[in-house]
């Protein structure tokens, strides 16, 4: 939920709100992403940025912008948002790697098989304020340091299969759910 209490849905057909046990739909308004929503992420500022088939759509108040290829994104197939405590946002991909975006800035940075991952289909992202971890689809877990994707060995948290989140604990410790369990 976000800080106003509101519960933001993606749906195969768009966007949804619920608030104070009201649904709004915001599926055929105008400016709004539709169809396929995979991601949603409140920044620390407030902004709710969206993730899916035709890019990454940030929602600020009314207003929405939409960043695509053309603005410097990889892919517009945007898969998973994540978010450095410094406000850095991490955007997955289905085909086009990681692309970072620095708070206030428009300008990406780009993480793909040429920057070290083993896989251009992103499917989690983890910030937990030291590292960054990215899951791939063929089953890699990946820590990004000095603006380098290194894959972690074979059994180092890749044996659930493909990545579908990556959770850190109180202790440290991260969990890894996959299509093979955890």
């Known amino acids: 939920d976000t800080a ?3 519960v933001w849905v993606g749906t195969p057909r768009g966007l949804a709100r619920i608030l104070g046990g009201r649904i709004t739909s915001f599926v055929g308004r105008d400016g709004y ?3 396929g929503i995979r991601a949603i992420h409140e ?6 940025w969206i993730g899916n088939r035709a890019g990454l759509h940030r929602l600020r108040t009314d207003s929405v912008t939409t960043f695509t ?7 517009n ?3 998973v948002i994540g978010e450095e405590p410094d406000g850095t946002l991490w955007i997955g991909t289905f085909d086009g790697g990681v692309n970072k975006l620095k708070r206030g800035s428009t300008r990406f940075s780009r993480y ?6 083993r896989s251009n289909d992103v499917s989690a992202i983890l910030c937990d304020g030291q590292y960054v971890w ?12 000095n603006d380098r994707a290194l894959a972690l060995p074979a059994g180092e948290g890749a044996s659930a299969g493909h990545a579908l989140q990556i959770l850190d604990d109180r202790r440290g410790s991260l969990w890894v759910s ?5």
């Open 178 to 182: 996959g299509q093979r369990g955890i």
């Open 69 to 75: 290829r053309a603005n410097g994104l990889t892919s």
């Open 33 to 35: 992403p539709q169809g």
């Open 4 to 6: 106003d209490g509101a």
């Open 43 to 48: 920044d620390r500022a407030g902004n709710l």
């Open 134 to 145: 990215i899951g791939t689809l063929d089953g890699n877990l990946h820590l990004v340091r």
């Open 112 to 117: 793909t098989v040429a920057q070290g991952l």
């Open 77 to 79: 197939n945007v898969s």
